[in-house]
């Protein structure tokens, strides 16, 4: 049994009010019911991706504390603690980023934002992941476009954008990332040549911590929250994220924002080469 009560109650109490009024009423609790279950099951899985790199630190530790006269050891497990404090802090900053996004609620102030710098943000923070893998990271399209946004947010998805594409690629493959505008949007996608996702997992990679088959790339140390990032912020700048992928050849992902009104009206008729 539940505390409150189940919605034929509350259309008892009202319904004289009208039925209407009594569907928006239940439909309300509803909504509210799912929107705490959901919070339930987002801290749940918190906590439990929290345990994963929090209980691997505290072994490791032990081994360090037991390893104290083999400096080589030593060396390794600090190593492998960097390691899983790197991926606590990971995590911690994309749990913070999906909080703030969570309602999809439509930016108040939205500031004019650069994509030029957005792209070379996002780009920079895979450099190192995509030299230790020799894979060429390619910038395309017109430069100097804006979109009225929130910086932070539109160079957050698109930094997890090129990570994963980065993230499921083999080494020595290439990586694009195009802008185009179209109809009043701007289009950033990013085109990888990786492992690509299989057709009926599309529908859920944007769902908070989920992840395509975790075993088979374990050692990426992912969270499942990067997509989902991606897909509120698409929300809140009236904007969506698409994805198109052939497992085995790869995928790309279609971020889309409305342009900058200003440079809408400038735009000329002909795309300069970039
Ligand atoms: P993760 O931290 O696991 O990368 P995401 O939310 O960013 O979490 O992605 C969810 C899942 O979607 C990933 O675990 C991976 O299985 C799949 N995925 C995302 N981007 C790509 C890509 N470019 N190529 C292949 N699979 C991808």
């Not at 189940?6 to 309300?28: I, K, M, T, W, Y």
């Not at 895979?126 to 910086?151: C, F, H, M, Q, W």
């Not at 990013?190 to 908070?208: A, H, L, M, N, Y």
């Amino acid at each position: 049994t539940r505390a409150s009560g189940p919605p034929r109650n509350v259309s008892a109490r009202v319904a004289p009010l009208g039925s209407r009024l009594v569907l928006a009423l239940v439909e309300d609790r509803t909504r509210e019911r799912r929107v705490e279950a959901v919070r339930r099951d987002f801290v749940a899985n918190v906590s439990h991706e929290l345990k994963t790199p929090v209980g691997a630190i505290k072994l490791l530790a032990e081994a360090v504390q037991d390893a104290a006269d083999d400096p080589e050891a030593v060396q390794r497990f600090a190593t492998r603690m960097l390691t899983e404090s790197d991926r606590l802090s990971h995590l911690v900053q994309q749990v913070i980023d999906l909080s703030r996004l969570q309602g999809d609620e439509p930016l108040e102030s939205p500031d004019v934002v650069d994509l030029d710098q957005v792209i070379a943000v996002g780009v920079d923070t895979s450099a190192i992941d995509a030299g230790a893998k020799d894979i060429k990271v390619l910038v395309e399209g017109r430069p100097g476009i804006t979109v009225l946004g929130n910086e932070e947010q539109v160079s957050a998805a698109v930094a997890n954008l090129v990570a994963n594409a980065v993230h499921y690629s083999d080494p020595g493959s290439k990586v694009l990332v195009r802008t185009e505008v179209v109809d009043g949007f701007v289009e950033i996608s990013v085109v990888d040549q990786g492992i690509g996702i299989p057709t009926d997992e599309i529908d859920r990679i944007f769902e908070r911590f989920y992840r395509v088959d975790p075993a088979r790339h374990r050692s990426t140390g992912g969270t499942g929250l990067g997509l989902s990032i991606v897909k509120h912020v698409a929300a809140t700048h009236g904007g969506e994220v698409r994805v198109w992928s052939v497992e085995g050849q790869g995928s790309t992902f279609t971020l889309t924002l409305p342009l900058h009104t200003s440079y809408d009206e400038a735009l000329p008729q002909e795309p300069v080469p970039a």
